[in-house]
């Protein structure tokens, strides 16, 4: 069974510090695809970034990348130049094509002014 | 920017009723979710429908819930008797079938409170 391990449930960084997300999963799967939820306070879980298990490249969209290390199973996050409305829950999740979701725990981020 | 709406985005009901659960996917996605995630804990799967069936369900999913595709449009969630344990948001979501075959557009949610 595939499980999502985040490993760290809260972290607070300074306001333009870089802050890094840690996640693993376990699969026996080859092709599959790696989420990054934020859930800010209003509680709607919006897409951060996504990386297709295929992809040898790290996705990144502006501010956020990840580290994909496929044969370690890890997908973590790295947040640049954090800001106040960075503020949130982050959810890293795994998803066989067309299958559920399966969501690690999360971690809840804070952005100091 | 198409998006993923739910009505409505907050429901209180009494123990024992039956709630219906709103959801209009994005307009050419074939495949439909609903998680839930009762304040403070994980994201929990419920179900997923495909082609005007259920393809994938959850043990959470049981005989008190059901989903259905009424008009085309609408994708909406039936918990038949609501318990104090069914206090959550739920998140309706939907993906395509090519290129972003695999990325989940979630609506706001409808968070559900049991008295």
């Known amino acids: 069974a595939q499980t999502v391990t985040q490993s760290q449930p809260e972290m607070s960084v300074q306001e333009a510090e870089t802050v890094t997300l840690s996640c693993t999963y376990d699969?026996?799967?080859?092709?599959?695809?790696l989420f990054w939820y934020k859930q800010p306070p209003s509680r709607q879980m919006i897409l951060v970034i996504r990386?297709?298990?295929?992809k040898q490249q790290n996705a990144t969209e502006n501010r956020f990348s990840v580290n994909f290390q496929k044969a370690a199973k890890s997908f973590s996050l790295k947040i640049s130049d954090s800001q106040l409305g960075d503020t949130a829950m982050y959810f890293c999740a795994f998803k066989r094509s067309n299958y559920q979701l399966i969501w690690g725990a999360g971690t809840k981020l804070i952005i100091k002014p | 920017e198409p998006e993923v709406t739910q009505t409505p985005s907050h429901q209180v009901t009494q123990m024992g009723q039956e709630v219906i659960l709103r959801c209009v996917p994005i307009s050419n996605h074939l495949y439909f979710y609903w998680y839930r995630q009762i304040l403070g804990q994980k994201v929990e799967f419920l179900v997923s429908f495909y082609n005007n069936e259920i393809s994938e369900k959850s043990e959470i999913f049981d005989d008190q819930f059901s989903v259905e595709r009424p008009d085309g449009s609408n994708f909406t969630l039936k918990i038949r008797s609501t318990k104090l344990e069914d206090s959550a948001m739920y998140f309706c979501?939907?993906?395509?079938?090519?290129?972003?075959?695999?990325?989940?557009?979630f609506g706001e949610g409808s968070r559900l409170t049991v008295l």
């Open positions: 699969t026996s799967e080859s092709n599959y695809y």
């Open positions: 990386q297709e298990a295929y």
């Open positions: 979501a939907s993906s395509g079938t090519s290129g972003n075959a695999g990325e989940l557009f």
